[in-house]
């Protein structure tokens, strides 16, 4: 693995505390420093790709050009099992803003919002994707792109033996050990596509089949570079039903939980 870096500068978020700690004044300045600082941050992604031979677009083609990319030569910290080189967080950064930035693209209906409903939700003050008509605005549902990424950069460099150990927590008297509990999720085959059906499934989330235009992606596509991706739309009797990747549990969210 290789990475040509090309003069890229890493993401400076402001704050290095989860933003769940943060005050809300501060963790909204975080939100803001964020999308004021997305054209800056996608430039540099496409700079960088385009160094390393991949020309980013929103074509599905180029997207999933982005995701192997990406499960090549995303790197762990080897000081730090089951962590990433510092860089690779920036990079995570990027990856998910522009992964929103399409679908935002392409279902106008969504858009970026600064998660404040409920203390206990993992994605409390963080940036998210929002606006999913399919859904009861109530529930405050949301795609966490930024989470979703890093998740999988974990998942990646964990299939390469970089494991890391979180010990054991008391809840109630009860000893609890968190690697147990990860260790059950580990070992699952990498979606090699998971960009890729990570916008699948926003589509289907994110509009209901009368409003969709002709414009919008095919949710039927076999893969990202089949003729039917990024054509117009099936007849609704055809669609695939998406789900969302399974991925490891987040072991800093377990222990919220816990």
């Not at 505390?17 to 975080?30: I, K």
Request: glycine share 6%; hydrophobic share 40%; aromatic share 8%.
């Amino acid at each position: 693995m290789s990475v040509n870096w090309d003069g890229y500068e890493a993401f400076e978020p402001g704050s290095s505390d989860p933003s769940r700690v943060l005050s809300r004044a501060v963790a909204r300045g975080v939100f803001g420093h964020c999308m004021e600082t997305k054209p800056t941050r996608l430039k540099m992604l496409r700079r960088l790709l385009k160094a390393n031979g991949v020309e980013l677009t929103d074509a599905d083609s180029s997207i999933q050009d982005l995701n192997e990319w990406f499960l090549v030569n995303v790197d762990a910290d080897a000081q730090q099992p089951g962590r990433l080189l510092p860089i690779w967080y920036s990079v995570c950064h990027d990856v998910a803003l522009f992964l929103g930035e399409v679908m935002i693209g392409r279902h106008p209906n969504l858009h970026w919002e600064f998660f404040i409903w409920g203390k206990t939700n993992v994605a409390f003050q963080r940036h998210v994707i929002m606006g999913m008509s399919t859904e009861d605005s109530k529930l405050r549902t949301n795609i966490d792109i930024d989470r979703m990424v890093v998740a999988y950069a974990h998942q990646i460099v964990e299939s390469r033996g970089s494991i890391p150990s979180y010990g054991k927590v008391e809840v109630r008297g009860a000893t609890v050990d968190v690697d147990a509990i990860v260790e059950d999720h580990r070992g699952r085959e990498l979606d090699t596509q998971a960009f890729w059906n990570w916008l699948r499934m926003a589509a289907e989330r994110a509009i209901s089949w009368c409003g969709r235009s002709p414009n919008w992606p095919s949710l039927t596509a076999a893969s990202p570079r089949s003729p039917a991706s990024n054509l117009s739309d099936p007849e609704p009797d055809s669609r695939s039903v998406l789900r969302a990747p399974r991925r490891a549990p987040d072991p800093e969210v377990l222990r919220q939980r816990l």
